[in-house]
T-cell receptor, first 109, second 113 residues
Framework: GQSLEQPSEVTAVEGAIVQINCTYQTSGFYGLSWYQQHDGGAPTFLSYNALDGLEETGRFSSFLSRSDSYGYLLLQELQMKDSASYFC??????????FGKGTRLHILP | DVKVTQSSRYLVKRTGEKVFLECVQD?????MFWYRQDPGLGLRLIYFSYDVKMKEKGDIPEGYSVSREKKERFSLILESASTNQTSMYLC????????????FGSGTRLTVV
């Protein structure tokens, strides 16, 4: 089957670092992307990893290991506005992007 | 600012009605998609289109149809609305060369009563 698994919820403290993991089972896989969605809003694209390794964009970084079928999103210096749901996504064999069910990030002051 | 626009933010329709959800993008994207989002189920693909006049079924097409008469517009049609189609509907688009970069609309929250 084709699926992406991620934790349903993660809680962290303002100013800290949090990692959201994503493991996948897709055939013909060629990249992992991450989206952020605030309550009532649309998902917005955060990052994409086509190759193994770490991609950094400001406070957010994303990592991919294709040999382990695993990736993560790393959020540093957490701010209250980072409270949102985060989705990993990847293409399936039909070149359609499928999404994980999302991780709800709760940030405590 | 480039964007994907969904015609309605909230809709309430009666069971059995035919419902049209409209989506327009101004980025000259070839590919367009319709998802529904439900708590605990994430985003599920209903239909997609890789070009004008083309349409393909996604993972949950039953009870839905689509229309892509112009490149910028992709319409989702609920032939006979049912209460289990109450959901958030999200339209997205991307360039054909992109494997990852969806731009989403703000969503339409549809309630069928």
């Amino acid at each position: 089957g084709q699926s992406l698994e991620q934790p349903s919820e993660v809680t962290a403290v303002e100013g800290a670092i949090v990692q959201i993991n994503c493991t996948y089972q897709t055939s013909g896989f060629y990249g992992l992307s991450w989206y952020q969605q605030h309550d009532g809003g649309a998902p917005t694209f955060l990052s994409y990893n086509a190759l193994d390794g770490l991609e950094e964009t400001g406070r957010f970084s994303s990592f991919l290991s294709r040999s382990d079928s695993y990736g993560y999103l790393l959020l540093q210096e957490l701010q209250m506005k980072d409270s949102a749901s985060y989705f990993c996504a990847g293409p399936n064999r039909d070149d359609k992007i499928i999404f994980g069910k999302g991780t709800r990030l709760h940030i405590l002051p | 600012d480039v964007k994907v626009t969904q015609s309605s933010r909230y809709l309430v329709k009666r069971t059995g009605e035919k419902v049209f959800l409209e989506c327009v993008q101004d980025m000259d994207h070839e590919n367009m998609f319709w998802y529904r989002q439900d708590p605990g189920l994430g985003l599920r693909l209903i239909y997609f289109s890789y070009d004008v006049k083309m349409k393909e079924k996604g993972d949950i097409p039953e009870g839905y149809s689509v229309s892509r008469e112009k490149k910028e517009r992709f319409s989702l049609i609920l032939e006979s609305a049912s209460t289990n189609q109450t959901s958030m509907y999200l339209c997205a688009s991307r360039h054909s060369r992109d494997n990852y970069g969806y731009t989403f609309g703000s969503g339409t929250r549809l309630t069928v009563v």
